[in-house]
């Protein structure tokens, strides 16, 4: 059997599109954008991670580069915060000197007058996934008599506020769950 080499340029130019790839899957968290970015379909990058191993391990630090970015960018604007433009009346509002012109930039442009606001909700879901202690939690324990094994069904139903309930001892609710 004869083993034919690629010619160097192919190899070269596939190194080239496994980079592209790495640098889109960094960026957007996903190996769409890696085949988008290397002009490639997605199995074409499936195939390379199960040939090549040190591409498969690009894709791992890749994505948990990515992961790292998304972290903190959330921190950054739950905690550090970030500028939102001042508008009044559907238009923007500029920073004043004393005597009431106009502050200008280095290019001689209004400056845009901004506030700093801070994202209570990002924050929260940070510290759910950095500390145990902000998780929600939620259990049921469902023991028979004395604290022994449960030795008969539970019947559980989950009812709109205000809706009336049948006794448990009627037939099944026929309606779809999904109208809930």
Known sequence: MTVVEQPSHRKYNRDVEKLAALAGIRHMGTIAEGARRANRV???????RVSDPDFDEGVHMA?????????????????????????????LCYRLEADGSF???????????????HSDRLLEL?????DERYRDRSSLEVTGQDG??????????FV???????????????RDPLDY
Do not use: C, M
């Not at 502050?103 to 606001?117: A, C, G, M, S």
């Not at 709109?160 to 026929?174: A, I, N």
């Open 63 to 91: 994505l948990q580069d990515y992961r790292d970015s998304l972290s903190e960018e959330i921190t950054r604007r739950g905690r550090d915060g970030y500028e939102e433009a001042v508008v009044h009346q559907g238009r």
């Open 148 to 157: 022994g094994a449960l030795t008969q069904a539970i019947t559980v139903q």
């Open 42 to 48: 997605r199995d074409t990058i499936r195939t390379w």
């Open 103 to 117: 502050l200008l930039n280095d290019d001689f442009e209004p400056v845009v007058l901004t506030i700093k606001r």
């Open 126 to 130: 940070n510290a759910k996934a950095f």
């Open 160 to 174: 709109r506020p205000g809706e009336q309930t049948d006794s448990p001892d009627t037939e099944e609710d026929e």
